[in-house]
């Protein structure tokens, strides 16, 4: 249990199977990166399939640029969580890429913008002085 106390998400113990083993694996890959296993996405009437690098808001597809695209897995991933402008820049350009704060700002606009079909709600919320949430 120890190990568990010192940062680590999960550890196996010997002898162990080799199917708990690749459950394990699936898990942790679901939490750190839905999209590497090809999921859906899904929150309320918005649907992003992963695979085919297609979104849905019910029935109509909706286009989006990469990085909206990008962007809009971030928040999917983690409906309701309020998301900053900085763990948002990680998500969508990674850490070795430097660029402002605010060039979030605009993609959450284009984002938004997509989103908005036939005078429905806007699925993304500016949390002011926080970030931005999914739901």
């Given at each position: 249990m120890r190990v568990l106390q010192v940062g680590v998400d999960d550890y196996v113990k010997k002898p162990y199977f080799v199917v708990e083993l690749m459950a394990r694996n699936r898990s942790l890959l679901r939490r750190t990166n839905p999209v590497l296993l090809g999921e859906i996405l899904e929150f309320e009437d918005i649907r992003a399939d992963a695979e085919s690098h297609r979104v849905y808001r019910g029935d109509i597809e909706v286009h989006l640029g990469p990085t909206e695209y990008r962007l809009l897995l971030a928040l999917l991933e983690r409906p309701r969580r309020v998301l900053s402008r900085e763990q948002l820049l990680d998500a969508v350009f990674g850490q070795d890429i430097y660029v402002g704060s605010h060039t979030v700002d605009v993609h959450v606009?284009?984002?938004?913008?997509?989103?908005?079909?036939?005078?429905?709600?806007?699925?993304?919320?500016?949390?002011?002085g926080a970030g931005y949430a999914f739901g």
């Open positions: 606009g284009r984002l938004r913008k997509s989103l908005m079909i036939k005078n429905s709600s806007n699925p993304v919320r500016i949390v002011i």
